[in-house]
RNA sequence: CGGGGCGUAGCUCAGUAUGGUUAGAGUACUUGCUUUGGGAGCAAGGGGCCGGAGGUUCGAGUCCUCUCGCCCCGACCA
């Protein structure tokens, strides 16, 4: 490509909406421009970058014996009332009219027409398993687009479905995919985490997400410092607590405690670790239809992670509740306690299973009990419940976990039966019985990559692109194109490069050095050769975009040094 | 969906509190000359329904009402 006859509009200020580095300089660059609200268009430089990513992932899909097809962007809205998810997704569903008055509405995602293509076609185990994705547009009317590529609208994702006999059958392939994901990322030269997640409302037996690391993430990971283990902190556990503090000697009793509220006023006056009292939040906990007020028991040293929570009592959602509320139901604000607790719904967090030692509330006002032993509790409900903190023990290793930033790049999960048993999409086992399909989905958001190579690849200058998802690899600037003998020689370059396939830009607009040097390095090709003064002493420069390195090379061995920087 | 902010040249923004010449700057663009290793200099140009619709007024970018769009914080995000 010829710079002077491509289109790549790189502009010095910054559209005022931006925020994130990858919006700047993704904008800046020339790659992307916005249309409106959460919708992109895609220039000659970022469609090229998406096409290099959507390349690897069918290469590596197909390398699976994943079946790429293509289904239609628009679906009939029947579909999404026979799965019951027209009501589900409500408004970020895009639903329109046809001519003849249909109802269709735009894919936000395909399980259900993915489920239709193969119910009443595939029949028999014996055309099991089948693993079928498609790269396309959906689009979700988001309440809040935001992040430029990050979070738009309108978005290309890769989506792909599998269908199976058995779970063991299932879980084989959930394998495959993640080890086929980790592959794909590793190619665009991504750091990142596999992680355990919340597979929140959806069910199934398991799901992972693979979380591009980046300080702008909006997904917080508990990882470990020593293994591979890392989950999001909705779904992170921990091992056991190994360094217990001394626990206080007390025999059970009811305490005066004047206006002792907090977990760390009474531990204070009572000189105990908090770990040694038990917290009580309260929460109203809403569901599909109607609300309660929850009780959640955790220690007074943890904190209550709200996913956990709304998982161990199958809520919605959870919303805060007034201490006027607590007082109306019989509750005493600041001294709720476990024992003897009947006024409300509550759950107990797994780690005070049997804790003795305790101090909680007496639910009266101004008293506590001390030398509580919770094993006397019985049989009452336990989940886990509290948020990891930074430093808990690793639950695979002897690690410490710590906290990072993520962006979430993909996400796979264990469905089961849960779209194929309303879908009626069947089909007969060994001994001719009739049976649900057993699914996989597994997707990866193909242009949030786009943007997540450059959160977690840039600096000051502007983007610097990986080799695999450069637009091109080598960019050959000619620092001043009025010098016959320099534009002479990185022609020749230029065409050298193409025999050895190697993508090559041609800087050759009549711009002064300065402006080349900065349209180069805010575009961020991995390699620039400058073709300029020094050819008159027989030598070119590289500039690596990644390390700012300069590299002087005799001008006729540019292709031996290139070869060996791209690898 | 709650709360806040912003819409003026392709882009980034002044100008709006207190209504009053022909609506400005920087940048980008066109032409010419000079310059040519870090977003050049000089000169001359083109470019605006001041988001839209109503209204108040002799007069509205500026005041009032309504509306549309965009951004931020939060809720939401299989």
Same mark, same amino acid.
Not at 55 to 60: D, K, L, P
Not at 115 to 126: D, E, G, L
């Given at each position: 490509?010829?710079?002077?006859?491509?289109?790549?509009?790189?502009?010095?200020?910054?559209?005022?909406?931006?925020?994130?580095?990858?919006?700047?300089?993704?904008?800046?660059?020339?790659? !992307?421009?916005?249309?409106?609200?959460?919708?992109?268009?895609?220039?000659?430089?970022?469609?090229?970058?998406?096409?290099?990513?959507?390349?690897?992932?069918?290469?590596?899909?197909?390398?699976?014996?994943?079946?790429?097809?293509?289904?239609?962007?628009?679906?009939?809205?029947?579909?999404?009332? %026979?799965?019951?998810?027209?009501?589900?997704?409500?408004?970020?569903?895009?639903?329109?009219?046809?001519?003849?008055?249909?109802?269709?509405?735009?894919?936000?995602?395909?399980?259900?027409?993915?489920?239709?293509?193969?119910? /009443?076609?595939?029949?028999?185990?014996?055309?099991?398993?089948?693993?079928?994705?498609?790269?396309?547009?959906?689009?979700?009317? =988001?309440?809040?687009?935001?992040?430029?590529?990050?979070?738009?609208? %309108?978005?290309?994702?890769?989506?792909?479905?599998?269908?199976?006999?058995?779970?063991?059958?299932?879980?084989?392939?959930?394998?495959?995919?993640?080890?086929?994901?980790?592959?794909?990322?590793?190619?665009?030269?991504?750091?990142?985490?596999? !992680?355990?997640?919340?597979?929140?409302?959806?069910?199934?037996?398991?799901?992972?997400?693979?979380?591009?690391?980046?300080?702008?993430?909006?997904?917080?990971?508990?990882?470990?410092?020593?293994?591979? &283990?890392?989950?999001?902190?909705?779904?992170? @556990?921990?091992?056991?607590?190994?360094?217990?503090?001394? #626990?206080?000697?007390?025999?059970?009793?009811?305490?005066?405690?004047?206006?002792?509220?907090?977990?760390?006023?009474?531990?204070?006056?009572?000189?105990?670790?908090?770990?040694?009292?038990?917290?009580?939040?309260?929460?109203?906990?809403? &569901?599909?239809?109607?609300?309660?007020? !929850?009780?959640?028991?955790?220690?007074?040293?943890?904190?209550?992670?709200?996913?956990?929570?709304?998982?161990?009592?199958?809520?919605?959602?959870?919303?805060?509740?007034?201490?006027?509320?607590?007082?109306?139901?019989?509750?005493?604000?600041?001294?709720?306690?476990?024992?003897?607790?009947?006024?409300?719904?509550?759950?107990?967090?797994?780690?005070?299973? /049997?804790?003795?030692?305790?101090?909680?509330?007496? /639910?009266?006002?101004?008293?506590?009990?001390?030398?509580?032993?919770?094993?006397?509790?019985?049989?009452?409900?336990?989940?886990?419940?509290?948020?990891? #903190?930074?430093?808990?023990?690793?639950?695979?290793?002897?690690?410490?976990?710590?906290?990072?930033?993520?962006?979430?790049?993909?996400?796979?999960?264990?469905?089961?039966?849960?779209?194929?048993?309303?879908?009626?999409?069947?089909?007969?086992?060994?001994?001719?019985?009739?049976?649900?399909?057993?699914?996989?989905?597994?997707?990866?958001?193909?242009?949030?990559?786009?943007?997540?190579?450059?959160?977690?690849?840039?600096?000051?200058?502007?983007?610097?692109?990986?080799?695999?998802?450069?637009?091109?690899?080598?960019?050959?600037?000619?620092?001043?194109?009025?010098?016959?003998?320099?534009?002479? &020689?990185?022609?020749?370059? &230029?065409?050298?490069?193409?025999?050895?396939?190697?993508?090559?830009?041609?800087?050759?607009?009549?711009? @002064?050095?300065?402006?080349?040097?900065?349209?180069?390095?805010?575009?961020?090709?991995?390699?620039?050769?400058?073709?300029?003064?020094?050819?008159?002493?027989?030598?070119?420069?590289?500039?690596?975009?990644?390390?700012? =390195?300069?590299?002087? !090379?005799?001008?006729?061995?540019?292709?031996?040094?290139?070869?060996?920087?791209?690898?």
């Amino acid at each position: 490509m010829r710079f002077s006859r491509a289109y790549i509009p790189t502009t010095k200020e910054s559209p005022k909406d931006a925020q994130l580095p990858s919006h700047i300089y993704l904008s800046r660059a020339g790659f !992307v421009a916005q249309v409106a609200s959460g919708l992109y268009n895609f220039l000659p430089l970022g469609k090229r970058v998406l096409r290099k990513i959507e390349t690897i992932i069918n290469e590596e899909m197909t390398a699976c014996g994943a079946l790429e097809v293509d289904l239609s962007f628009v679906t009939p809205a029947e579909l999404w009332e %026979e799965s019951g998810r027209i009501e589900k997704f409500g408004k970020e569903l895009l639903r329109f009219r046809d001519r003849k008055d249909n109802l269709f509405v735009l894919g936000p995602t395909h399980e259900e027409m993915m489920v239709s293509i193969v119910r /009443n076609r595939i029949t028999s185990y014996k055309q099991l398993p089948l693993n079928v994705y498609q790269v396309k547009t959906k689009f979700r009317d =988001e309440a809040r687009p935001r992040f430029g590529l990050m979070r738009a609208r %309108e978005f290309v994702m890769k989506d792909g479905y599998s269908f199976h006999a058995t779970t063991e059958d299932l879980d084989r392939e959930f394998d495959a995919m993640e080890a086929a994901y980790k592959r794909i990322l590793e190619r665009l030269g991504l750091t990142f985490r596999i !992680v355990e997640a919340d597979s929140g409302a959806i069910g199934g037996t398991g799901s992972k997400e693979l979380m591009v690391l980046a300080s702008s993430g909006e997904d917080t990971l508990a990882v470990c410092d020593t293994c591979e &283990y890392g989950a999001n902190v909705e779904a992170a @556990r921990r091992s056991p607590r190994v360094l217990i503090p001394e #626990a206080p000697e007390a025999n059970f009793a009811k305490f005066k405690t004047p206006n002792i509220k907090s977990i760390e006023d009474l531990s204070n006056f009572f000189h105990v670790d908090p770990y040694y009292t038990l917290k009580a939040v309260v929460l109203r906990a809403v &569901y599909e239809e109607g609300s309660e007020p !929850v009780c959640f028991f955790i220690r007074g040293c943890d904190e209550l992670q709200e996913v956990k929570a709304r998982n161990s009592v199958g809520a919605i959602d959870l919303v805060d509740i007034s201490e006027a509320e607590l007082t109306e139901i019989g509750l005493v604000p600041g001294f709720i306690g476990a024992l003897d607790q009947d006024k409300i719904r509550f759950v107990m967090d797994n780690d005070t299973r /049997n804790a003795t030692s305790m101090i909680c509330g007496a /639910n009266e006002a101004d008293y506590h009990f001390v030398g509580v032993d919770l094993s006397v509790m019985g049989d009452v409900p336990f989940a886990d419940l509290v948020a990891v #903190a930074v430093g808990d023990g690793c639950p695979h290793c002897e690690g410490k976990l710590l906290h990072t930033k993520g962006i979430e790049v993909g996400h796979i999960f264990k469905l089961g039966t849960v779209y194929s048993a309303p879908l009626k999409a069947e089909f007969l086992d060994e001994n001719g019985r009739s049976q649900p399909f057993i699914m996989g989905t597994y997707g990866m958001g193909v242009s949030r990559l786009v943007a997540a190579v450059i959160e977690q690849h840039h600096d000051e200058k502007g983007c610097i692109w990986t080799h695999a998802t450069a637009p091109y690899m080598v960019n050959l600037m000619v620092s001043n194109i009025k010098e016959e003998a320099h534009l002479l &020689y990185a022609e020749e370059l &230029y065409a050298t490069l193409g025999k050895n396939k190697i993508e090559a830009i041609l800087d050759d607009r009549k711009e @002064r050095f300065g402006f080349k040097m900065s349209d180069a390095e805010l575009i961020g090709f991995p390699f620039t050769v400058i073709i300029g003064k020094e050819l008159n002493n027989g030598h070119v420069q590289i500039l690596v975009r990644a390390t700012a =390195e300069m590299i002087t !090379v005799d001008a006729d061995k540019v292709m031996e040094k290139l070869a060996e920087l791209i690898g």
